[in-house]
């Protein structure tokens, strides 16, 4: 029977991919039977063929196996191309810019074993400066976005855990950073995975909200640890920022309503009007807000078919 089945997202980044794969099975407990599926997202040709050949050289001692999408479907469609394939009784989705510092899917195992209330659980994050990156967060909120989250945190830190802060002892969160995300299989299941229609970001707090309506938390633990290149695989740009309006705003009208969504959409139109006086490049983010930030507008539906030959 396996106990662990991981999931790892490929786009044009195969030396990441096989670095966290090494950084696995380096770590990983061997009475853990695990198995890992790979999911290239539309990857150009080279680094589609340079990893295909690595994970042919480890398949004779290692459950392996590469999925090939021939298009970009993002995180969440991504994901659960290799969720199709699932036959543990955990999932854990890790970003493929991490490497392992000790053997945290044994101890989100025996997490999870013995704390049945929690639905999703992760590690502590680290830069490759060994700098604290933030693992548990508050959910994308209207009061998030307008008053931060250092006010959330003082009005409320039972509710609004500081997000910066290292612990020591397992600690619950709103939701579990996406970059290792740790479930058990019939729970993700229940909920139906991760909501297709997001390309990239927030699908954290939206599958961690659905978790709640099933009375399921989410949890940090902190003894399991990993380094986080955080943000290797994804560019900074305007595509990109429009790209998170676009996801929150979206996250906002299915778990609040219409009037949250419309409070938080006026707000951002008012924002980046004036930023874009100052700030040119916004233009372009402040005509999509226009719109009312649409999922037309989504880089999931400007991907283009890319076949290997």
């Known amino acids: 029977m396996i106990d662990i089945s991981i999931i790892i997202i490929n786009y044009n980044t195969e030396q990441f991919t096989k670095n966290c794969i090494d950084s696995l099975l380096k770590n990983?407990?061997?009475?853990?039977?695990?198995?890992?599926?790979?999911?290239d997202n539309g990857s150009e040709e080279k680094s589609y063929n340079e990893l295909n050949n690595f994970i042919s050289s480890i398949s004779e001692s290692v459950s392996i196996e590469l999925i090939r999408s021939n298009i970009n479907t993002g995180f969440g469609s991504g994901n659960m191309i290799?969720?199709?394939?699932?036959?543990?009784?955990?999932?854990?989705?890790?970003?493929?810019?991490?490497?392992?510092?000790?053997?945290?899917?044994?101890?989100?195992?025996?997490?999870?074993?013995?704390?049945?209330?929690?639905?999703?659980?992760?590690?502590?994050?680290?830069?490759?400066?060994?700098?604290?990156?933030?693992?548990?967060?508050?959910f994308a909120?209207?009061?998030?976005?307008?008053?931060?989250?250092?006010?959330?945190?003082?009005?409320?830190?039972?509710?609004?855990?500081?997000?910066?802060?290292?612990?020591?002892?397992?600690?619950?969160?709103q939701f579990i950073a996406g970059s290792f995300m740790f479930f058990r299989t019939i729970d993700f299941n229940k909920i139906g995975g991760f909501d297709t229609n997001i390309f990239l970001y927030y699908e954290e707090t939206d599958i961690c909200k659905r978790l709640l309506k099933i009375n399921k938390l989410a949890y940090?633990?902190?003894?399991?640890?990993?380094?986080?290149?955080?943000?290797?695989?994804?560019?900074?740009?305007?595509?990109?920022?429009i790209e998170l309006k676009?996801?929150?705003?979206?996250?906002?009208?299915?778990?609040?309503?219409?009037?949250?969504?419309?409070?938080?959409?006026?707000?951002?139109?008012?924002?980046?009007?004036?930023?874009?006086?100052?700030?040119?490049?916004?233009?372009?983010?402040?005509?999509?807000?226009?719109l009312q930030a649409p999922l037309t507008k989504s880089l999931k539906h400007k991907q283009n078919i890319n076949p290997l030959y």
């Open 220 to 241: 940090l633990v902190p003894e399991a640890k990993f380094i986080h290149f955080h943000g290797a695989s994804t560019e900074k740009s305007i595509a990109i920022k």
């Open 82 to 138: 290799g969720a199709l394939k699932v036959k543990g009784k955990y999932l854990a989705f890790i970003n493929n810019d991490v490497i392992l510092e000790n053997d945290c899917l044994y101890m989100l195992k025996e997490f999870l074993d013995n704390n049945k209330e929690v639905g999703v659980c992760g590690p502590q994050a680290y830069t490759e400066n060994h700098k604290l990156l933030p693992t548990i967060d508050h």
């Open 28 to 39: 990983t407990n061997s009475l853990l039977q695990c198995q890992y599926i790979i999911v």
């Open 141 to 173: 909120s209207l009061g998030r976005e307008i008053f931060g989250r250092k006010i959330l945190e003082a009005r409320n830190s039972k509710q609004y855990p500081n997000s910066k802060k290292e612990y020591s002892i397992p600690k619950q969160g």
């Open 246 to 290: 676009i996801s929150l705003l979206y996250v906002i009208r299915k778990h609040y309503g219409i009037l949250p969504f419309y409070i938080l959409l006026i707000y951002l139109q008012i924002r980046y009007f004036f930023s874009s006086i100052f700030k040119p490049k916004y233009w372009k983010l402040f005509y999509i807000l226009l």
